[in-house]
């Protein structure tokens, strides 16, 4: 997807579009229902999260809606890493 995001920022940016990428870390979603409920694995992945908390939809809320805005207008070939500090450590 990095990859994706970064081919198609170079062709499509002379026309004026932007193209980004999010990288979202551990979301509770009912895919990661079985991962939250096994208590070891879970208690695993949150010491590896400096938040130390399962990621939720809203937390994705506010990097899609710069991305989308205008704020972001010279932001271009970017992956935005929402994972609570995951791939920090």
């Known amino acids: 997807m990095v990859q994706l995001a970064r081919a198609l ?10 193209v980004n990428a999010l ?18 694995r879970s208690q695993a992945i949150l010491a590896r999260i400096p938040l130390a908390r399962w990621g939720t939809a809203a937390d994705l809320e506010g990097p899609v809606v710069f991305l989308a805005s205008d ?19």
Do not use: C, K
Request: glycine share 12%; proline share 2%; no cysteine.
């Open 23 to 40: 990288a979202p870390g551990y979301i509770a979603t009912d895919n990661t229902a079985a991962l939250q409920a096994d208590a070891e």
């Open 9 to 18: 920022a170079n062709e499509w940016g002379a026309s004026g579009v932007t």
């Open 71 to 89: 704020a972001a207008r010279y932001v271009n070939g970017s992956v935005l890493t929402v994972d609570g500090g995951w791939m920090a450590r």
